[in-house]
Structures are given as C-alpha cells and as structure tokens.
C-alpha cells in the first residue's frame, strides 16, 4: 500500500533541493574565484557564507524528501535504485555539512555539491521508480542495517573521493613553476588546502569509510544467510561488494608498505571509487543474479 | 631514529638481497613472499580475479545460462570454459590466488605476533638527545626543581584523569619515555589473523557442508532423506547417511503479488508464507511453524529455505474405457515474472504406445500474438494449461531426463483433424478427447508448490565470529594512535625547563595537541603562573 501524495512531495522536495543546491553550487564557484586576492586581505567570504547556508537548507530539504518517501511507502527508503541514491545524496551532504561546523570546508563545498546534484538528476529522472513496497526477500531489519550503512560509507567514499581528486591536482600545481602558472592555476592552487593536508583528509575519510564498508560486508553475508540459505554465493552483487572492499584494503597496505607514495596509493583508491560505481550503476542494471524470486 | 620498533612490518630493504645457496633461496623466496608489496599484489590480483565471475555467467548460481551462453558462443565459450570463466571461484587460479595470500598472510602474522608480544613488554626506548629534531616539539619553562617536575610528568602520562593512556613509561631521573596506543598493532593482527579463521570457516563450510532442493507440492511432506530431494550437493567429507531424520509438510501456501502499481511494478512479488507441520524425527511430536522468505526452518545445523514457488495443476489421464492411469500434481517451473510455467506430464502407463503432455501452465491466460498463450499476471486470474501431445517411448534407453521436459527423440506428435499439430487449451474442471480413441485429460485444479533449499553449513559460526573479531581489530588497527612522547628537564636557576618531543607512526593529525595539553597540564599542576 502506497502514498501517492506523499510520494509526490517527496519529489518536489527533491527537486526544491536540486534548486538550492545549485545556487549554493554557483555561490561556492564565485567565492572560489574570489578567494586569492582575500586570502591575504582577510576580507569576509560572503558568497561562501551564502553556499553554507544554502547547502545546509539543501541537507534539511533532502532529509524531508528522504523521510516523506518512507512515510509514503511505510517502510525505510532503501528498496529501489531512486531511493538509494536519494539517501545517499542526503547522507554526503549531511555529512559535509556535519564536518564544517568543525573544520573550514569552503573550499570543498563545489567539489561535493556537483557529485550530487548529478547524482540527484540521473536518480529522478532514468533511475525513477514509483513507490512501491518490497519484494518478499528485502522485507528484513538487515536490509535496514546493511543498505543503510552501505549507503552512509559509500557518501564518505563519495568525499573521499573528491578530496582524493583535489590532493592529485594540487600535488601537479605545486610541482609547477609558480611564475609561469597561468591566472586560473594560481587561482586554484590558493583556494585549495596544501596537497598534504588534503592527503590527510582524504585517508581520514577512507579509514572511517573502510570499516563501516566491512560491516556493510558482513551484515550483507548475514543478511544472504537468511534469506538465501548461503552467506556467501558470489552473486555478482557480492563479488563487487567484495572488490571494493579488496581494493580499498590494499589502498590502505599502499599507504603502509615502504616504496608506494602518497600519490601512488590515492591512484588505487580512484579505483576503488571506479568499483564503486560500477557496483551500483552497471551490476544493478545489466548483470543477472539473485534477485528474482518467480521461480526456482 | 629510536632503537626499538614502533610497528612489525616486515622490513621491505632486505627482501630484494638475495643469498647464496638453495637454503638462501628458499629464504629469500618465503621473504618475498611475506612481504607487504606481495601482500599487496597479490590483494589486487583477487580483485581483478574475482571480476569474470560477475560477468560471465557461472554454473554454481545458474548452469543453464552457462549452457546458453556455450551454445551461443560456439568459438569462444570452450576457450574461456577451459580457463575456468564459468567456475570461477572453484578454478584452480583463483585458487592459487587466495591459497598464495592465506600463506603470506600466516607467514606475516606469525613472526609480526612475536615481534609485538616482546615490544609490549618491553620498556619503551631512551629519550633521544635532541628532542626538537623529532616530529612534534615543545617546550616551556616551569617552576620547581626537576626531579618533581619530571614526576608531575610522569602523573600526567600515567594518570586516568591527565592524558591516562600512556600505559608505559620509562623514567631515569632527567628524561622519561612514555609510549602508547599498543592496542593498535594489537588491533592489526586481530585482524589478519581473524581474516584467517574465516578462510578456514569457509573452507570447513565447504568440506563438511551440504544443500538440498525440493520442490514440494502444498498438501505433500518429505523427510531429510538423499533420496527426498530432487538435487544433492554435498561437500566431499560428508557423512550423507547421518543426516539428521527430520521431516517436513507444507499444508498451505499464500502468495501476494503487487496489483495496485502499475509499469514493471505490477505483478512484483509482495509476499510469501508457507504453513508447515515439521517433526525433528519420526517419533518426535509435530509442530505447526511459518516458513517465509526471510525466516527460515531450523533443525539442529540445517535450515530449510522458502526460496521458490510455483503451480502445479492436478492433472488425470483416463484411457479409452475411463480407467485411470495417472492423477497428480504435477509441479511446472515459471519461466518469467508473471509464471508462465513450463512442464511435462508422462503416462508410462498407456498402451500401446506411452503418452506424454508437454506445454505451458498460464495463471492469467491470454493469447500473444507472436508468443502464443501467455500469462499477464502471476496470480491464478485466469488458469489455463496449454499442452502438446505425444507418443512413443517416454525414456528411450532409461536415459535420464529431467521431470520437466519431454525427450521426444522417440516421440511423435499427435495431430488434429486438418493435420496440424494437436494443441489442447483446457480450463479447471475442464476435459479433453484424445483423437482415435486414446482416452481423455482433465485439468482438475491447481495446487501450489513451495521450493524448498536445505542448508547445512558448519562452518558459518566460526566465519562469523571471525568476521566480527576482523571488525573489532580493523576498527581498533585504524582509530587507536600509536604515540612515544619523551619529555627532558633541565635546571635554569630555580626553575626547570620542560623539554617534550613526540613521535607518532603513521599520519596523526592530533599529536601535536597532545604535546600542547600535555604542557599545559606540567604548568598547571607544578602551580606555575602564566
Ligand atoms: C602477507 C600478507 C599481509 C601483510 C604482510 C600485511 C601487512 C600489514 C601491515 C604491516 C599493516 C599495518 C599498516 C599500518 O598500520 O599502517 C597492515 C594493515 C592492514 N592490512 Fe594487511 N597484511 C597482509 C595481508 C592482508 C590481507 C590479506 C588483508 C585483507 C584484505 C589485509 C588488510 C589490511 C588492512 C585493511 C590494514 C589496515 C591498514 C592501516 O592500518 O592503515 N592485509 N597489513
């Protein structure tokens, strides 16, 4: 039994917070060009006081999307593809959100802001289910538990990832000359933290991420064992699950291993995000594997 | 830059300096092999590994995608079968793989559990002499003679209310070495050595471990018996004669299916409940139970699966003179999402010649254009059987076949009066004439059958436990600090002055606020003004 009501207002809601996060996205990018010549002035960064608000109203506008597309459909909002990236979207911003009340995450705000608006059109518009309750095998707290906490490590891989990404350009731009570099290179290279600061936040974030990914592994074998008599069976579902989590162990090793640099070892945690979204876009849609209950 | 070592890596500069002799070798290779770096190549190499397994279609989830896909694939499907792209978590390379990383992971946690019980015990290592050259630094100048700042230091290291976590310290009148976070090597190892038991847990699932399907039909029962399931599939150290006597009857069977929403919605399974009377054994009293996808049976070690459901019309064949040969529930297996359904009914008992019926059960009947009868909806709306007939010989040589089709080598098709094939369409209740006197069919009516999976696995308890013994020690391996702070005092006059270096392994944002705290905790208890 479904709510079609309330399932509409959760589509405004996303699309309000498509709305809002944009301008917050454009405000970010105008106090990003901005930020050199303040840097040292000490001038107040309107544009990116503006972006964090709206960013924040953005969060409070996904939470309500997310809740009111539970409530219309009576369970939590995590049965379908739309609803995943819906939750997941909500958790990277609130996440975001989350950190910089504790730390300056100005510079950081365009880089997660475009991920999800992304993420949010493709999810209302090809991912687009209409609600709808579950079949029989994903009626079960563990489904609960696991997509929940999938969900939630792969928002902070989805950071990770990006500061990931800013750590190598930095890392390019310093290795430049500095009286050579174009207006644009010099501009990004203020606006951002020093590579080596943005290398420590983004291994902060996997090694948060790596654990709650490892419970998402084993909470998903549990789960399998109950509904499938196996706790393991390689489904293709599984075998990615599976990949990710190699990948992003052997990230970590690069890390500690003698001889890998910092460089080398964020390299194999792209990857690591390059699995991910196979994981969730191609092995959904194209790969066949145990989700069928017609028959045996 | 300190004597001792801070962590148990194995040490990756003499691992490329080979040594003479076949001993030498032999020590080089198990070096190599133990190493991180391989440790690491070999992680990607399972990861890479497992990928063909998603997508090439493999004969442990479905083999009859694999025939297809064979079939279709005429040149390169026995090349990548060959190479194990259709088996291939059972291959011998992926094998090689994991048995390779199992291996150098038993050779690195072994002499690294050494390395680490004597560094917990032993005292941590003498404050360098210039403390300013290490990572974090600071210094201040305190009141009181030396010798009591130093002990106020040392409260503070060691104190539950100061910083409380450095649970060794080293102390020789004007220096002291304090080390903590132990538990995050301790961490580490718990973890590797837990991923080990769960590979053992896997492998003695896979030895000892056994599954079993049955289709059974609402009103029948069956008993833990090789002989009652349909398939078999036992680990190879089985004891299949020791199964545990239980048995299993399913009285009703309801199933919901989605009819409100509509687009590829419609039709979606909602929900399925098996009612079931199971006794442990023969003697044992029976015990009415709800079977439901996500709640299975238990008995003992095994647990019965609701993983499966279909029709099964009860069908009677009569011959000529209205003698039954054959009434039964013939189960039929759902070919797509609304159950179309395909199955066979054989009569070894006709004469002359054997009959048999092979064709379609439809629980919403209507007729497709270019597919022929088709079913709409997954529920009984409409029922229908479609069916073909034949005779001959059902089982040519006593080959054997499967339940579901009709092997028609030695077959031929009956046909209607204008000479086309004869297909009869039959409602519940309704019966049909066989041409020339060969008796009738009636479709009675339809039962429901429930598929059930029987899974014995003994293995998972101890996968599980290891799994969360992983957990705990990865969490406590990546949260827990492992830091040495050496503090130094110096006299100046009346005063002392604080010398205080930190080193830490790994990245830690937070040490230098350590060292800071730790500061502003000496000045406050040795009452100094600020
Ligand atoms: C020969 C085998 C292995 C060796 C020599 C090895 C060695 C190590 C060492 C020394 C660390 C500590 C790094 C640090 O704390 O900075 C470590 C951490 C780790 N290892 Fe292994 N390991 C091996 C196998 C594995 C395997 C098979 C896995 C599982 C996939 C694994 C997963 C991890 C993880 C997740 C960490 C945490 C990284 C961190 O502490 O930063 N290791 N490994």
Known sequence: MTNETLSQYANLGVYSAMA????????????LAGTAPKMSSDRPRKAAGVAMMLTRLGGLLLVAA??????????????????????????????????S?????????????GPVLLTLGLAITVFYTDASELLPSLKSVWLVIHVTVATFSVALFTIAFSVTILHLVQTWLEAQEPEGMSRLRTTVTTALPPARSLDRTAYGLHVVAFPLWTFTLIAGAIWAEQAWGHYWNWDPKEVWT??????????????ATTGWTPRAANYLALAGYGCILVNYMVVNVYFVGQHSYSGM | MTESRMDTRPDESDVTQPT???????????????????ALFLLLLLAIGAVPGSIWPQRNIDAGRVADYL?????????????????????????????????????????????????????????????????????????????????????????????????????????????????????NLVFHAALIVVIVAVAVGHLFGW?????????????????????????????????????????????????????????????????????????????????????????????????????????????????????????????????????????????????????????????DMDSGPSSFFPDLKNPALALGVYEGELYPQGRPQSVYTLSTEKMTQLKNSQGEALRLLLKPGQTAQLPDGRGSIT????????????????????????????????????????????????????????????????????????????????TERTGTKV
């Open chain 1, 20 to 31: 809002v996060l944009t301008i917050a996205m454009i405000a970010f990018a105008i106090d």
């Open chain 1, 242 to 255: 599976f990949v990710i989590w190699v990948v992003y162990a052997a990230y970590l090793h690069a890390r």
């Open chain 2, 211 to 367: 599954r079993g399907d049955r289709i059974l039909v609402t009103g029948k029962s069956f008993s833990n018996t090789i002989s009652a399931y349909d398939t078999f599939d036992p680990g190879p150290w089985v004891d299949t004669e020791g199964l545990s006597p239980f048995t299993v009857a399913v009285d009703r069977l309801d199933v919901t299916f989605e009819e409100r929403a509509g687009g590829a919605q419609r039709g979606a399974p909602r929900d399925f409940t098996a009612y079931t009377r199971t006794q442990t054994s023969p003697l044992a009293p029976q015990v009415n139970q709800i079977l439901k996808v996500n709640g299975p049976l238990k008995f003992g070690g095994a647990s019965v699966f609701l993983l499966g459901n279909g029709y099964a019309p009860v069908i009677t064949v009569r011959d000529a003179k209205g003698q039954v040969l054959l009434r039964e529930a013939t189960p039929f297996l759902p070919q797509d999402a609304n159950y179309k359904s395909v199955g066979a009914v054989k009569v070894s008992a006709a004469s002359p010649k054997q009959l048999g019926f092979f064709g379609f059960f439809l629980p919403s009947e209507y007729l």
């Open chain 2, 443 to 522: 479709f009675d009516s339809v039962q429901r059958w429930a598929g059930l999976s029987i899974r014995y696995d003994p293995g998972k308890v101890l996968a599980l436990s290891g799994a969360v013994a992983a957990l705990l020690g990865l969490i406590a391996s990546l949260m827990i600090r492992r830091r040495r702070v050496f503090v130094r005092v110096r006299p100046v006059g009346r005063r002392t002055v604080v010398s205080i270096g930190g080193l830490a392994k790994g990245e830690d944002p937070g040490l230098g606020a350590t060292i800071e705290d730790l500061l502003s905790a000496i």
């Open chain 1, 101 to 113: 009340l504790r730390r300056d995450l100005r510079w950081l705000g365009l880089f997660v802001i």
């Open chain 1, 66 to 99: 997310a809740a009111l597309r539970g409530l219309s459909v009576h369970r939590p909002p995590l049965g379908n593809m739309f609803e995943f990236a819906l939750v997941g979207c909500m958790f990277v911003i609130v996440v975001f959100v989350a950190i």
């Open chain 2, 20 to 38: 003479l002799g076949p001993v030498g070798m032999m020590r080089w290779a198990w070096r190599q092999l133990t190493s991180m770096r391989t």
């Open chain 2, 71 to 187: 079939a279709s694939h005429r040149s390169t499907g026995p090349w990548l079968d060959r190479l194990g792209f259709f088996d291939v978590y059972s291959s011998s390379w992926f094998a090689a793989i994991y048995l390779l990383l199992f291996v150098s992971l038993v050779g690195c946690v072994v002499p690294r559990s050494k390395i680490h019980w004597r560094a917990m015990r032993a005292q941590p290592p003498r404050a360098p002499s210039r403390l300013e050259r290490l990572p974090e630094h600071g210094e201040i100048e305190v009141d009181g003679a030396p010798e009591d700042v130093l002990r106020v230091a040392q409260e503070v290291l060691k104190g539950r209310h100061g910083l409380g976590r450095f649970s060794r310290v080293r102390s020789d009148g004007l220096s002291l070495s304090a080390e903590s976070g132990y538990l995050r090597e301790t961490g």
